[in-house]
């Protein structure tokens, strides 16, 4: 059993920098992909970032990448999402995932185990 406990959300203005957290519970958190989702108002919950179980890999959706970085630090069981250069699009409420097996990384029936979310609003 995992859990994960996101933080870091808030309100900021376009142009500006956040970073969420997400702390997982359990001593096999470095066997885990870790992904980031987020899910606007009306709309589908949809990939963001994730990074393989062996931490080797990252992958973005394209509407992110080059702006937004996932990393995990193992020894504090928690995975980042450092999100820069933030448009009012990026408004929603992000949610951290996780799950054991998983290869498609981008599929949000993939992941197991969900944390509660976090909300970003970002203002123009």
Not at 23 to 48: C, D, I, L, N
Not at 68 to 84: D, P
Request: glycine share 10%; proline share 2%.
């Amino acid at each position: 059993q995992v859990q994960l406990v996101e933080s870091g959300g808030g309100l900021v203005q376009a142009g500006g920098s956040l970073r969420l957290s997400c702390a997982a519970s359990g001593r096999t958190f470095s066997t885990y992909a870790m992904g980031w989702f987020r899910q606007a108002p009306g709309k589908e919950r949809e990939f963001v970032a994730a990074n393989s179980q062996s931490g080797a890999s990252t992958y973005y959706a394209d509407s992110v990448k080059g702006r937004f970085t996932i990393s995990r630090e193992y020894a504090k069981n928690t995975v980042y999402l450092q999100m820069n250069s933030l448009k009012p699009e990026d408004t929603a409420v992000y949610y951290c995932a996780a799950d054991r097996w998983t290869s498609s990384y981008h599929y949000t029936s993939e992941y197991q185990y969900w944390g509660q979310g976090t909300q970003v609003t970002v203002s123009s």
